[in-house]
């Protein structure tokens, strides 16, 4: 039985800095990604994520089981700051992360120095 295109989740294996953002996307390692991203220890994965969803441990799941290789996660909110409810700071916490939301501009920017700098960040980034 011949198979056809095999569609799979995005996933980039590897760390690699923000080149640029916006239009709905993100730039990395020579390749584009339309949509939102989860920048983890493990790879760069799309996220199903955007402005409207709520910020909640279910949405940030692939972040917390990675958690032993995190130590700072930055959150781009988008164009907006949105504050992180206590649920999903609380889960985080529990996890010996902390978590710092900003704009999604603010977030690639500081990712980026600390990705330089060898640090043990994650980035969950909400497209813009």
């Given at each position: 039985m011949a198979k056809g295109i095999e569609i799979?989740?995005?996933?980039?294996?590897?760390?690699?800095?923000?080149?640029?953002?916006?239009?709905?996307g993100f730039r990395f390692a020579d390749m584009s990604h339309r949509g939102s991203i989860l920048c983890l220890?493990?790879?760069?994965?799309?996220?199903?994520m955007d402005?409207?969803?709520?910020?909640?441990?279910?949405?940030?799941?692939?972040?917390?089981?990675?958690a032993d290789d995190i130590?700072?996660?930055?959150?781009?909110?988008?164009?907006e700051l949105r504050r992180l409810p206590d649920e999903l700071k609380?889960?985080?916490?529990?996890?010996?992360?902390?978590s710092d939301p900003m704009s999604t501009g603010a977030a690639v920017r500081t990712f980026n120095i600390m990705l330089?700098?060898?640090?043990?960040?994650a980035a969950a980034l909400i497209a813009v």
């Open positions: 799979r989740a995005a996933h980039f294996p590897g760390r690699a800095p923000i080149d640029t953002y916006g239009n709905g220890p493990s790879g760069i994965y799309g996220w199903d402005m409207s969803k709520p910020l909640s441990p279910e949405n940030f799941r692939r972040v917390l089981d990675e130590e700072v996660l930055l959150v781009g909110t988008g164009t609380q889960a985080l916490k529990a996890r010996g992360i902390s330089s700098e060898q640090r043990a960040v």
